[in-house]
């Protein structure tokens, strides 16, 4: 196994940095990834932070208050635009969360080491994107303390739900994803808990590390059941991460509307989930290597490899809109080439110009060596692809529903405060759950790290 | 042999501080003929657990096992429902409209499978399990960063106390203690 390959370019120039600093071994990757956690004192950033993200989750859970009270009236949807912020913002969500699976499962499989250092950190983003996700479908039922009905249970309505609707289908993906992406964080968490339950000088620490822990010792017998375990999560993980943004494009490609009776629906909406969740993955681990100084496990190297995946699926989803262009006219559906026409040139044709900007100009930028090797860059190229990936959506949403069919039932659609203040509170609420995340649990899985150290090199491995 | 119905320790443990010394004394440990043994390391090395005879594992069979009872259940379910209990004539399709079946029968296969994975794991591997002697070693708490340790439980048919903590030093450890109870 190659740990330390700057041996693809000897000229040694543009040698690629390695995964893991050199100088490190078992004890300070242990000591320098739990002290995050132990430490006594908190570092101020970390209030500023969690401050400004907990009274976002206030204003989140105020508009939830009034939206439960009152009824989703409150924000903009309306017909013909019965779909809108609420179904935007959860494909957004749950999109981004997908390249925290496909960091720990996929590249897991084909053997991607350098996805050690990220996969605990971009799993989390995973569980708490899905967490933001889903308030969204439960509120838009209007009545969420009745979101059960969505599950088969024997009722004395004598009612099932319909299980040939793509909306089912959603339900199951989305709470079947949340549920497995959580036992595939916690089966990961298990060994770094136990290295925390032995590390923790509080007593309290030890308890509650210790309970999570499971009374997990590392026996060789354990780790051998624990490795199949992790591998076939991983495996299991691989077509489930597929399969959720394909049934969530079915909400739209089974339905009849122009631009959303698309087959090319499916693998453009995996590639664009991908895409936004590498480049969410850079907007939060930029900020976080610098400021806890974790440069020597999340190195150059993870950056500029998640520029190169962004780049990749950001030409998928590049051809996924030339496609939809190229469809409309093949089809020769009046209706269809309409919808284009509208996009380009109607009333939110902006929206759609800035999202080619974002989402296929700029993004080319990442071609160019110095701009994949700059920090900055890479952030500033993020943050256009996060805004960028949110416009499809609401070009896909919106756009296509305000003129649909018939001109007497076109109309138009706009957002209101409550519409800002529900995404922008879910926005607070996902750095809620990842500063507390933070600062309670290993942020890069140790144990993982350990095997990566040149120390855990076997002497025959080290044989040519 | 014995009086006891219960021997005074656990076991004899060992204590080494490179992976290659552990695997190496494991080997020689699973030569000597002891079977109740068990190895301790901060990470997952594959070469360990294969030196104390541990090669199989029943868990990806009892994965395949869950994941085909959850797509099982997942279609059957849909089947009895919309086709037995509640048929609903939906945009003229048969009642049996199965390709409409598959997307909810896979969800419930990976649910089915991965909830197998994890709590199959822990249950053969007796987890949660609050206490355990192996805990009472000395310097046991380094388990989780990078010391390796090496176990022969006293139930093991070849274990004499004295003769077995005079192999384990010979095998170039860090130290050979006793495990109590």
Not at chain 1, 96 to 106: E, R
Not at chain 1, 239 to 263: M, R
Not at chain 2, 13 to 38: C, K, L, T
Not at chain 2, 132 to 157: E, G, K, Q
Request: with cysteine; hydrophobic share 50%.
């Amino acid at each position: 196994m190659q740990r330390v390959d700057n041996l693809d370019d000897d000229r040694g120039i543009h040698t690629t940095p390695a995964v893991i600093e050199p100088g490190h071994d078992f004890g300070t990757v242990t000591d320098k990834i739990s002290s995050i956690v132990l430490r006594k004192r908190t570092p101020l950033g970390w209030f500023v932070g969690f401050l400004i993200s907990f009274m976002l989750t206030g204003m989140m859970m105020g508009t939830i208050l009034y939206l439960v009270m009152t009824g989703i009236g409150i924000w903009g949807n309306n017909q013909p635009v019965g779909w809108a912020f609420d179904i935007i913002n959860f494909v957004w969500w749950i999109g981004i969360g997908h390249a925290g699976t496909l960091i720990s499962a996929i590249l897991l499989l084909l053997r991607q080491e350098w996805r050690t250092s990220i996969n605990r950190f971009a799993e989390a983003m995973t569980l708490f994107a899905v967490a933001s996700a889903g308030l969204f479908p439960l509120l838009h039922t209007g009545r969420p303390w009745l979101a059960y009905w969505l599950f088969p249970y024997p009722n004395t309505m004598g009612m099932w739900p319909q299980f040939r609707s793509p909306l089912m289908w959603d339900v199951f993906a989305v709470s079947t994803y949340a549920t497995v992406s959580a036992l595939f964080w916690y089966t990961g968490l298990i060994p770094d808990l136990a290295t925390l339950r032995d590390r923790a000088r509080s007593k309290f620490g030890r308890v509650v590390y210790g309970m999570m822990a499971l009374g997990w010792r590392g026996s060789a017998r354990h780790w051998h059941r624990y490795e199949i375990t992790y591998l076939l999560l991983a495996g299991i993980s691989t077509p489930l991460v597929l399969s959720v943004h394909t049934i969530v494009s079915f909400d739209f490609a089974v339905g009849i509307i122009p631009g959303w009776h698309a087959t090319i629906f499916p693998p453009y909406f995996v590639a664009g989930a991908i895409y936004a969740g590498f480049a969410m993955v850079l907007t939060l681990v930029i900020p976080l290597r610098k400021f806890y100084g974790l440069e020597d496990f999340i190195t150059e190297r993870h950056l500029r490899n998640a520029a190169k995946v962004m780049l990749a699926t950001g030409l998928i989803v590049a051809y996924g809109y030339m496609m939809e262009t190229f469809t409309a006219w093949y089809s020769a559906n009046t209706y269809e080439e309409f919808m284009i026409r509208n996009r380009f040139f109607g009333p939110y044709a902006f929206y759609y110009w800035s999202l080619l900007v974002c989402n296929v100009v700029v993004p080319q930028l990442l071609w160019i060596r110095f701009v994949r090797h700059s920090t900055v860059a890479l952030f500033v190229i993020a943050m256009f692809v996060n805004v960028g990936m949110w416009l499809e959506r609401f070009v896909i949403i919106p756009i296509s529903l305000h003129r649909d069919f018939l001109p007497s039932s076109w109309g138009m659609y706009s957002p209101t405060i409550f519409d800002f203040t529900m995404f922008f509170g879910t926005i607070g609420f996902f750095f809620f759950l990842m500063f507390l995340f933070l600062r309670f649990l290993p942020v890069i899985s140790i144990f993982e790290m350990r095997t990566m150290v040149p120390e855990a090199q076997l002497p025959e491995e080290k044989l040519p | 042999m014995r009086k006891q119905t219960r021997p005074p320790t656990y076991g004899l443990i060992a204590e080494f501080e490179s992976p290659g010394d552990v695997i190496a004394a494991a080997e020689r440990v699973h030569e000597e003929g002891y079977r109740r043994v068990d190895a301790y390391s901060p990470y997952p090395i594959e070469a360990l657990s294969e030196a104390i005879g541990v090669h199989h594992s029943r868990l990806p069979l009892m994965v395949l096992i869950g994941g085909i009872i959850g797509g099982l259940a997942g279609y059957l379910m849909q089947y009895y429902l919309l086709v037995i209990n509640y048929p609903l004539n939906v945009g003229g399709k048969p009642f049996h409209s199965w390709p409409q079946f598959v997307p909810i029968t896979f969800e419930c296969a990976v649910l089915g499978a991965a909830l197998t994975a994890v709590f199959g794991m822990l249950a053969l591997n007796g987890l949660p399990e609050p206490y355990h002697p192996v805990f009472n070693a000395p310097n046991f708490a380094l388990a989780s960063r990078d010391r390796f340790f090496l176990l022969i439980m006293s139930t093991d048919p070849k274990f004499e106390r004295e003769q077995t903590a005079g192999f384990l030093k010979s095998l170039g450890p860090r130290e050979v203690t006793d495990v109590e109870y």
